[in-house]
């Protein structure tokens, strides 16, 4: 069933969120499924997180946490992928709305959205999860490594968490702005802030830190001319990496 939480605004952030952040996501809440829109790169690139993702946590009948879910993008094609449950969370509202009006279009009885953060969620319920994503979330919060705590508390042992992010080199400022923001224009100016980006080495840390073991990584990449993304072994840019709770 469709969740009706999203009306109960959580009284308890923890403050590790960007208001700027949630606003830019808001403005463009009703542009998540035109697949032309400033969200195309996350159209592109969902069947190719999806495969990764499935290949470590077997989506199919897993209870699932989806963190900074969006319009539900990757949340959807989770549930679609059989899981038994995929609940979204993030603290756009209208990203929630639009998010679980489409899920209703879509007719899909395993999804559920709430408004709350990753850290209140893990104070409200523990080990309650087989399966965490956090994709193209974590460049966008103050402290990433709260949130990387936060799936540790939440994923069940045995469980996998997967993130996604990007580098913080040379390489990644031109790629992911120079590039993608100015002289390809797949994102909106100001989409991201070089100096959130995480190397995987500091994304390694955060894991060991909050418990989770690194079990593997794939970079992605997008060629201008074929206008397609791939997996690539190179994480000089977006990559994602997937973690298990031992
Ligand atoms: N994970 C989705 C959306 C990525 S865009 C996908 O990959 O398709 C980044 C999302 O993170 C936005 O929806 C934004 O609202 C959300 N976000 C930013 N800061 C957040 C926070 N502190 N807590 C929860 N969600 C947050």
């Not at 592109?44 to 989806?66: E, G, Q």
């Not at 073991?213 to 990449?221: I, N």
């Amino acid at each position: 069933m469709i969740s009706t939480q999203l009306n109960s605004v959580q009284q308890h952030q923890t403050g590790n969120v960007d208001a700027n952040e949630i606003d830019k996501f808001s403005q463009l809440a009703h542009k998540w499924w035109d697949k032309e829109s400033e969200f195309k790169p996350l159209h592109d690139i969902n069947p190719l997180r999806l495969t990764f993702i499935d290949s470590y946590a077997h989506l199919a009948n897993k209870k699932i946490l989806d963190i900074g879910c969006g319009g539900g993008i990757l949340t959807e094609a989770m549930a679609k992928a059989e899981a038994q449950s995929v609940t979204g969370i993030d603290l756009a509202k209208k990203s929630l709305k639009i998010a679980q009006l489409h899920a209703l279009q879509e007719q899909l009885s395993n999804i559920s959205y709430r408004l709350i953060s990753a850290e209140d969620m893990a104070s409200e319920m523990s080990a309650a999860f087989e399966v965490i994503t956090c994709m193209e979330m974590l460049e966008h919060v103050p402290d990433p490594g709260s949130i990387v705590r936060a799936c540790g508390k939440l994923v069940q042992p045995g469980g996998i968490v997967c993130f996604s992010t990007i580098n913080r080199n040379p390489k990644s400022y031109f790629q992911a702005i120079i590039a993608a923001e100015y002289l390809l224009k797949l994102t909106p100016r100001g989409t991201h802030d070089f100096r959130k980006f995480i190397t995987p080495a500091e994304l390694a840390r955060l894991c060991r830190q909050a418990g989770l073991e690194w079990l593997g990584c794939s970079g992605f990449t997008y060629n201008p001319l074929s206008k397609q993304y791939r997996l690539t072994d190179s994480m000089d840019v977006n990559y994602m990496v997937a973690c298990r709770r031992p």
